[in-house]
């Protein structure tokens, strides 16, 4: 009998490379209690505590679980922020005892961009729970950062569009849009002339407006006045007006636009409440 033998020289299976411990948590176990019990499951921490549900959850459990999370040294900051502002919703007198010290935490650090949507989500959360502080400090806040809203998360200015007729969001309001602010350079015309904002609503913004709409300066198709009607004329009921047309009857649209903004002063509609978008992976 003939026996043949290989022998196989330098030939070696590269180990797999394991899974990410949140593709393991995601793959055993879809319980949010689960997850937040699991100490290696950081990453998914934030949408687990939105996720518990009080029916299947006792109150007392799910607000131990996040406290504990909250309070652990090796928890970033930002997931600290994304678990508080789940508390707030679960247990509201202790969010709010939680949550006011991190928002003022956040409120002091210099990196505006990174901390912006955990205050305003933070303020908006403990605002509807009914705090007696949280407008105040955000709108003491607001009014201090860098006028560059296109670099900071629309989230971060939730309390405005929830609370408009608040005293302290319409006087954080009017300090944005006074005239003369930087908040209101052109290179931010498409954030606050954006239709899902709402700003149009707030009585120093609309009145910019209705100067701005009057504003004569410039030539052909570039007038002030043209550009802002522009961007108006994309909300819906807006009057239609096209950069496009003569000048005559640009002019004429023009009356009709002043007219719609007036209308829509104090029409503020408070926006529903959306998840926050924290950046916690």
Same mark, same amino acid.
């Given at each position: 009998?003939?026996?043949?033998?290989?022998v196989?020289?330098?030939? !070696?299976?590269?180990?797999a490379?394991?899974? =990410?411990?949140?593709?393991?948590?995601?793959?055993?176990?879809?319980d949010?209690?689960?997850?937040?019990?699991?100490?290696?499951? +950081?990453?998914?921490?934030?949408?687990?505590?939105?996720?518990?549900?009080?029916?299947?959850?006792p109150?007392?459990?799910? !607000?131990?679980?996040?406290?504990?999370?909250?309070?652990?040294?090796?928890?970033p900051?930002?997931v600290?922020?994304?678990?508080?502002?789940?508390?707030?919703?679960?247990?509201?007198? !202790?969010?709010?005892? +939680?949550?006011? =010290?991190?928002?003022?935490?956040?409120i002091?650090?210099?990196?505006?961009?990174?901390?912006?949507?955990?205050?305003?989500m933070?303020?908006?959360?403990?605002?509807?729970?009914?705090?007696?502080?949280?407008l105040?400090?955000?709108?003491?806040?607001?009014?201090?950062? =860098?006028?560059?809203?296109?670099?900071?998360?629309?989230?971060?200015?939730?309390?405005?569009?929830?609370?408009?007729?608040?005293?302290?969001?319409e006087?954080?309001?009017? !300090?944005?849009?006074?005239?003369?602010?930087?908040?209101?350079?052109?290179?931010?015309?498409?954030?606050?002339?954006?239709?899902?904002?709402?700003?149009i609503d707030?009585?120093?913004?609309?009145?910019?407006?209705?100067?701005?709409?009057?504003?004569?300066?410039?030539?052909?198709?570039?007038? +002030?006045?043209?550009v802002?009607?522009?961007?108006?004329?994309?909300?819906?009921?807006?009057?239609?007006?096209?950069?496009?047309?003569?000048?005559?009857?640009r002019?004429?649209?023009? +009356?009709?636009?002043?007219?719609w903004?007036?209308?829509?002063?104090?029409?503020?509609?408070?926006?529903?409440?959306?998840?926050?978008?924290?950046?916690?992976?």
């Open positions: 009998m003939r026996v043949l033998l290989v196989v020289f330098g030939c !070696t299976t590269a180990p490379k394991p899974a =990410p411990k949140h593709a393991i948590v995601k793959e055993t176990s879809r949010p209690l689960a997850i937040l019990e699991n100490d290696e499951a +950081v990453g998914l921490w934030d949408e687990a505590a939105a996720a518990l549900d009080p029916n299947k959850v109150r007392d459990v799910g !607000t131990r679980i996040m406290l504990k999370r909250i309070a652990a040294p090796t928890t900051f930002e600290q922020c994304a678990i508080a502002y789940a508390l707030v919703d679960w247990d509201p007198e !202790t969010g709010e005892r +939680v949550a006011e =010290p991190i928002m003022r935490k956040a002091v650090d210099p990196n505006i961009a990174d901390q912006a949507v955990c205050i305003g933070l303020a908006d959360a403990r605002a509807h729970a009914k705090s007696p502080s949280a105040a400090d955000y709108a003491a806040w607001i009014v201090t950062i =860098p006028p560059k809203p296109k670099a900071i998360d629309d989230a971060a200015f939730a309390p405005f569009h929830s609370f408009p007729e608040e005293p302290a969001i006087r954080a309001a009017a !300090t944005i849009f006074a005239e003369g602010s930087p908040w209101l350079a052109p290179e931010n015309r498409e954030w606050f002339l954006e239709e899902e904002s709402h700003w707030f009585s120093a913004l609309n009145k910019h407006i209705i100067k701005a709409l009057g504003d004569r300066r410039g030539g052909g198709d570039s007038r +002030v006045c043209d802002y009607a522009s961007l108006l004329a994309r909300f819906i009921g807006a009057p239609e007006f096209h950069r496009s047309w003569s000048e005559h009857r002019d004429a649209a023009l +009356v009709e636009m002043k007219r903004v007036r209308e829509q002063l104090g029409n503020h509609t408070p926006q529903p409440r959306r998840r926050a978008a924290f950046r916690t992976r």
